[in-house]
């Protein structure tokens, strides 16, 4: 399931990607929204196309990634209405060598953002 529309500019440790709220999403509720909760599966989707876009540079292959968690959730929405355009971001922070990485998410609008507490 691809929950993004388009990746809308990528460089370097940086990705924005695009996403419309459609009705009849496998994770839209009864009444068509999007739960904010879903913000962190397009998240973990937008690191993804970051991580293959990264892979086709090196011209390596994409290999499956895994989101372990998220230290920082807030969203200031409970759901997203059928027809918002979110915009999503991911900016990676750091990785180590075994592919382990950290990235932070901003995404718009509504507010919703993945980062480590203050």
């Known amino acids: 399931m691809i929950l993004l529309d388009a990746v809308v500019e990528i460089e370097g440790e940086r990705i924005v990607c695009r996403s419309a709220v459609r009705a ?5 509720d009864a009444d068509g929204r999007l739960p904010a909760w879903s913000g962190i599966e397009l998240m973990a989707q937008c690191v993804a196309a970051w991580d293959g876009w ?4 090196l ?14 959730y807030h969203c200031n929405v409970e759901s ?11 900016t990676r922070r750091f990785h180590e060598d075994n592919g382990m990485a950290m990235f932070a998410c901003p995404s718009s609008p509504p507010v919703a953002t993945s980062r480590r507490p203050p």
């Open 24 to 28: 009849g999403g496998v994770f839209n």
């Open 80 to 90: 997203f209405a059928v027809g918002s355009e979110l915009r999503i971001e991911a």
């Open 54 to 57: 990264q892979a086709r540079l």
């Open 59 to 72: 011209s390596e292959p994409v290999r499956p990634g895994l989101l372990v968690g998220t230290r920082h």
